[in-house]
C-alpha cells in the first residue's frame, strides 16, 4: 500500500524522489501522480503512447483507478513498484495509465468490456488491448503471484506476450468480436412504450430483493444506493403503498446506525462489505455525499422526521469542512487508507477510547459505539483489536439501560463525539483527491440547495451558490462549454454528458432555493449545449461524449443507474422539469424521445434505472407548474414559497416572478408574462395537467392545490 510521507501535501500526491519518473511526472491527476515514480514506464492515454504501440508492435497495458481505491493501492504496491513485474510490464507492452474519474469516457467503454468479458467489474481496472485500441484481455485487480486460482502478473505477462508473437490472428479476431459485442449491446428498439406498470415492477422487484432485517437491497457489499430511495419515495407518495416508506425509512436507519456512516466527523463511506452495514469500504465520495444528502432530506420531507434532516446536515457538514476549497467548489474523494492502512484513521482501540475520554466516559462510549476490548474488525495490518464505530443499540434504548434521560444522554454523547473527534484530528489523515469535476459539484450543488430549501438554510444556498460561480466561470471552454476537471489553476478535459446533467440539476435546484434568475438562465443555457452536442437527433437519447470528442471503439449510451445515477436519467428529468418550467413543447417532445429510446431496456430490469423511473414519474403526472408573483423579500412571497419548499412534493416545479417588471425569467418561459400580483399581495398560480386553478394568496390553499397535504407517515412502521 502506498505509505503516506510527511513531505506530502494535503493531497498527498508528491511521492518520495527516486531514480524512477516516467512520462505521468507533469499530469494533473493525483491518481496518474501516485504512479509518476513507478518502474513501470507509464504514459498518460494520448497519440503518444498508441503511436508508439504501432512502432514497436506491442499490445497496449491499460490499467484504470482513482486517486482514492483501495485496491489500487494494493496492486500498485505489489506490482507497479516491483522492479521485476515493472521490467516484464515494459517489454511486453506498452502501458497507459487513466484515472477513471478524468476519462469516464475511457472508463465506461472498457469498464463494459471487463462486464461482458467477465461477467464482473471493478477497479482496479485491467485491459490488453491492440494498438489500435481494441481490447481482447481484461481483469480487475491482479495479484503479483497466483493465488487462489487468480493468474498471477508474473504468469501473465509472459503468457500474453507469447499470445501476441504466435497467435496475433486469434487475438485480433476475439478484439473484433469484443468490439461488435459492444456495438449490438446498445439499445435500438423505440417502438416500446412505457406506462405505469413499470413503476409498480420496480417497486416489486426490489420489495423481493429488500432485507427486512437490516434495509438495503441484496446481500453483501451493500452501496446506500440513494437514488433507489428516491424512487420509493417517489412511489410511495404516488400510491400511499407503506411498504415502499417503510423500506426507505428502514434502510436510512440503519445506514446511520452502522459503520458505514462515520459517527466522530460524518460523511458517508463508500459501501459496506457485510450486510449490516457495518464494515466500510473506508474511502469517501463527493457523490455519496451529494446523493445520501438529498435521499436524507427528502425523506425528512415526507415523514418530517429529525434524525433525517440531522443526517443531512451532518453529511454537508462533512463536505463543507473537508471537501471544499478556498474558492467554493467541492474536491472528488477522500481515501480509505492511511498510514499505509485501510481505515486506519477511523478505528479505535478500549485504550485509545479511555486516553481520549477517561474512565467514565470511556465506558458509555464503549456501549454506545460497540467497541470490545478483543476488536469488531479484522485488522491483518494493524492492532488485532482495532474497533468499528457503529450504533446499535440506539441512544434511546442506551438511556433507558443506564437510567438517565434522553437529554442527558444526547448531551454527554456530543460531548463524547466532539473529544474524539479533537482527538481524531491529531492523526494522518487519509489522502484527499483535490480535483474538482463539474459533474459531482452539480450533485453537490444540488444537494446544498434542496437542503437550503428544506431547512431554511441559506448558509447551504450560499454554499451551492459559491460552486456553481466557480464551475460557470472557472471551468469554462471558449466554445461555451464547461471543462470536466480543474486542478491546480488548470481547467482541463472537455466535459462530457453527465457534466452538462449534472450541474443543469444542481442549477435548477439553486434557482428553486433563490429563485435568482441567472442560475435557470445558466441551466438552460447549459441545457441547450448539451442538446446541441451530445444528443442523437435519429434515434433519441444522448451520448457519453460529444460529436467532436475523441473517439473511441464505440460511442456510447449511459442509461444503467449504478453507483450514480446516468447520465440520460438526469437528463430524462432535467428536460420534463425544464419543459413544465418554460412551456418548451421542443423539451417535452425531446424528453418523449429519450424514454421511448430507453423503454425496452428499462422494462426489462426497471429497479436498476431508479432516476430514469423519478424523471418518468414526474413525465406521468399528476405534475404542477406554479408561478408565483409578488417581492421576493416580501412577507407574503416568503409564505408562499416555504409551503412550497417544506413539503415533499417531487413532481412540482415553481417560477418566481419579480414585480419590478425586471425579472429575465420572463424571457425564459413561455407563458411568465401572463401573471401578477393580486391587489399587490403575492399570488400564486397553479396548473396541472394542462388545466389551471383560480389563483390563490393562501399558502394552505396552495398547498392543498399541489396535493401536498403532510401523509401519515408512521403508517410505514
Known amino acids: 500500500m502506498v505509505q503516506q510521507d510527511s513531505d506530502k501535501g494535503s493531497n498527498g500526491t508528491q511521492p518520495p524522489l527516486c531514480r524512477h519518473a516516467n512520462n505521468l511526472l507533469h499530469e494533473k491527476s493525483p491518481y496518474l501522480l501516485q504512479h509518476a515514480h513507478n518502474p513501470v514506464d507509464w504514459y498518460p492515454w494520448g497519440d503518444d503512447a498508441f503511436q508508439r504501440a504501432i512502432r514497436e508492435d506491442k499490445p497496449v497495458f491499460l490499467s484504470i483507478g482513482y486517486a482514492t481505491c483501495h485496491w489500487c493501492h494494493v496492486m500498485s504496491h505489489e506490482s507497479f513498484e516491483d522492479e521485476v513485474v515493472a521490467r516484464l510490464l515494459n517489454d511486453a507492452f506498452v502501458c497507459i495509465k487513466v484515472d477513471r474519474e478524468e ?17 464482473s467489474g471493478g477497479w482496479p481496472l485491467s485491459i490488453v488491448m491492440t494498438p489500435d485500441k481494441k481490447p481482447f484481455f481484461a481483469a480487475t485487480y491482479i495479484p503479483r503471484e497466483g493465488r487462489f486460482g487468480m493468474t498471477g502478473m508474473l504468469d501473465l505477462i509472459p503468457k500474453i506476450s507469447l499470445l501476441w508473437r504466435n497467435q496475433r490472428s486469434d487475438m485480433v479476431s476475439s478484439a473484433e468480436q469484443i468490439k461488435n459485442a459492444l456495438i449490438t449491446a446498445s439499445p435500438s428498439d423505440t417502438t416500446h412504450i412505457l406506462d405505469e406498470q413499470v413503476l409498480t415492477s420496480a417497486f416489486e422487484d426490489l420489495l423481493l430483493r429488500f432485507d427486512h432485517e437490516y434495509g438495503g437491497f441484496g446481500s453483501s457489499p451493500k452501496f446506500p444506493a440513494p437514488h433507489t430511495i428516491m424512487f420509493l419515495l417517489r412511489y410511495w407518495n404516488r400510491t400511499g403503498d407503506p411498504r415502499a416508506l417503510g423500506m426507505v425509512t428502514k434502510t436510512l436507519d440503519e445506514i446511520r446506525r452502522g459503520g458505514i456512516y462515520d459517527h ?19 474511502e469517501k465520495m463527493l457523490y455519496d455525499q451529494a446523493l445520501l444528502a438529498i435521499a436524507y432530506t427528502e425523506a425528512y420531507l415526507a415523514t418530517q422526521k429529525p434524525q433525517y434532516r440531522a443526517a443531512a446536515e451532518e453529511i454537508l457538514s462533512y463536505v463543507l469542512r473537508d471537501l471544499t476549497s478556498p474558492e467554493g467548489a467541492f474536491y472528488s474523494a477522500e481515501d480509505a487508507d492511511s498510514e499505509g492502512r485501510e481505515g486506519a484513521f477511523y478505528l479505535w482501540t478500549t485504550e485509545e477510547l479511555e486516553r481520549a475520554l477517561g474512565r467514565e466516559d470511556a465506558t458509555l462510549a464503549r456501549t454506545i459505539y460497540n467497541v470490545t476490548p478483543d476488536g469488531n474488525f479484522l485488522d491483518p495490518h494493524g492492532d488485532s483489536r482495532n474497533n468499528i464505530l457503529y450504533l446499535v443499540p440506539s441512544l434511546e434504548k442506551i438511556a433507558q439501560k443506564h437510567s438517565i434521560t434522553p437529554h442527558e444522554i444526547a448531551a454527554r454523547y456530543e460531548t463524547i463525539r466532539s473529544t474524539l473527534f479533537f482527538v481524531r484530528q491529531q492523526r494522518p489523515r487519509p489522502t484527499r483527491d483535490d480535483k474538482v469535476l463539474a459533474d459531482w459539484n452539480g450533485l453537490a450543488i444540488a444537494a446544498f440547495a ?19 460561480r466557480f464551475i460557470l466561470s472557472s471551468m469554462r471552454s471558449p466554445d461555451g462549454g464547461l471543462y470536466h476537471r480543474y486542478r491546480e489553476r488548470e481547467a482541463a478535459i472537455p466535459s462530457f454528458a453527465e457534466d452538462y446533467a449534472c450541474m443543469v440539476w444542481g442549477l435548477f435546484e439553486l434557482y428553486e432555493a433563490t429563485f435568482n434568475a441567472r442560475y435557470i438562465s445558466a441551466a438552460v443555457e447549459l441545457n441547450r449545449y448539451l442538446v446541441t452536442n451530445f444528443w442523437d437527433s435519429i434515434h433519441g437519447g444522448f451520448f457519453t461524449v460529444s460529436g467532436t470528442s475523441e473517439q473511441l471503439i464505440v460511442r456510447r449510451k449511459e442509461i444503467y443507474d449504478g453507483a450514480l445515477p446516468s447520465c440520460n436519467s438526469i437528463a430524462f428529468l432535467n428536460l420534463v422539469r425544464l419543459a413544465r418550467l418554460t412551456g418548451s413543447s421542443d423539451l417535452d417532445s425531446m424528453a418523449a424521445k429519450l424514454c421511448a429510446f430507453f423503454a425496452r431496456t428499462v422494462q426489462e430490469s426497471p429497479a436498476l434505472h431508479a432516476l430514469f423511473l423519478c424523471a418518468f414519474n414526474h413525465a406521468l403526472g399528476p405534475n404542477h407548474e406554479v408561478v408565483i408573483a409578488g417581492k421576493m423579500e416580501g412577507n407574503d412571497s416568503q409564505a408562499l414559497v416555504h409551503a412550497y419548499h417544506t413539503r415533499f412534493l417531487p413532481s412540482v416545479v415553481v417560477l418566481f416572478l419579480s414585480d419590478d417588471g425586471n425579472d429575465i425569467t420572463v424571457d425564459l418561459s413561455h407563458y411568465a408574462g401572463l401573471y401578477c400580483t393580486t391587489n399587490g399581495q403575492a399570488t400564486a398560480y397553479v396548473c396541472s395537467s394542462h388545466a389551471c386553478s383560480a389563483p390563490t394568496t393562501d399558502p394552505e390553499k396552495l398547498l392543498e392545490l399541489l396535493g401536498g397535504a403532510p401523509r401519515d407517515s408512521n403508517q410505514a412502521q
Open 103 to 119: 476519462r469516464p469516457d475511457i472508463d465506461n467503454v472498457y469498464m463494459m468490456v471487463c462486464q461482458v468479458m467477465t461477467g
Open 264 to 282: 466522530i466527523g460524518f460523511g458517508i463511506h463508500r459501501y459496506s462489505t457485510d450486510d449490516r452495514w457495518r464494515v466500510p469500504h473506508f
Open 450 to 468: 434542496k437542503a437550503a430549501q428544506a431547512f431554511k438554510r441559506p448558509d447551504y444556498a450560499d454554499a451551492a451558490a459559491r460552486a456553481a
